[in-house]
Every structure is written in structure tokens, then in C-alpha cells.
């Protein structure tokens, strides 16, 4: 079975930067696609970027573009969040997720298999 384990969380002071991790175990013989997601106290979860195995197509919900970078270390399975210039909105606990369909996807409902998640706690 399809195993995703989130991590670099902390707490960071509004400006500075954080990078989270998602290793991606089972070693899926298909194509994926890895998406994060986060949840604020009080709200919804939201998608926040996306990438396809490949890496060639990626995708970021218009709060973070120029922000944050959604990144791949395929031979050992890792995609990556590279969160800079963080603001304290972007506090949330963040989710990485995986589908097998090959498309990037900006709904929870088409990825199978989820992360525990990580906070991200931004401070003033």
C-alpha cells in the first residue's frame, strides 16, 4: 500500500522560510501525482500546489504563487515544498497527498492516499 509521510513543519517568524518534505513509500509501479493541501484553524482545506511525477506540470493556488515551490526528488521518491517569504495566513497544518491519475487535480476528493500532516506556524 501507497504510504505518504509529511515533515518539515515548524514554527518561523513572518518573511523567513520553511521547506516540507513528503516522502512517498510502496513504490508505486504507476504514475503519480503529489499534491498539497492545508488547513487553517476554522477553515476549510485548501489546495496550495501540485506536481506530476514527471515534473512537468505544476500547479499553485494563487495565494503562493511566487511564493512557494513545488519540487521532486524522484529516485528516492520525495516531492518537496519550498515555502518562502511566509506570512502568518499561510499558518496551517499542511497535507501532502497522491492520486494515480497521471493530471494534477486542485480537489481532496481525487487524491487517494493522504499525509498526517505538518504544522506551519508563522508568527508577526
Known amino acids: 500500500q501507497v504510504q505518504l509521510v509529511g515533515s518539515g513543519g515548524g514554527l518561523v517568524q513572518a518573511g523567513h522560510s520553511l521547506r516540507l518534505s513528503c516522502a512517498v513509500s510502496?513504490?508505486?509501479?504507476?504514475?503519480?501525482?503529489v499534491a498539497w493541501f492545508r488547513q487553517a484553524p476554522g477553515k476549510e482545506r485548501n489546495f496550495v500546489s501540485g506536481?506530476?511525477?514527471?515534473?512537468?506540470?505544476?500547479d499553485y493556488d494563487e495565494s503562493v504563487k511566487g511564493r512557494f515551490t513545488i519540487s521532486g526528488d524522484y529516485a528516492r521518491n520525495m516531492v518537496y515544498l519550498q515555502m518562502n517569504d511566509l506570512r502568518p495566513e499561510d499558518t496551517a497544518v499542511y497535507y501532502c497527498?497522491?492520486?494515480?491519475?497521471?493530471?494534477?487535480?486542485?480537489?481532496?476528493?481525487?487524491?487517494?492516499?493522504w499525509g498526517q500532516g505538518a504544522q506551519v506556524t508563522v508568527s508577526q
Open positions: 497527498a497522491a492520486n494515480f491519475r497521471g493530471s494534477l487535480s486542485r480537489s481532496q476528493g481525487t487524491y487517494e492516499y
Open positions: 510502496g513504490r508505486p509501479i504507476t504514475d503519480y501525482t
Open positions: 506536481i506530476t511525477r514527471t515534473g512537468t506540470a505544476t
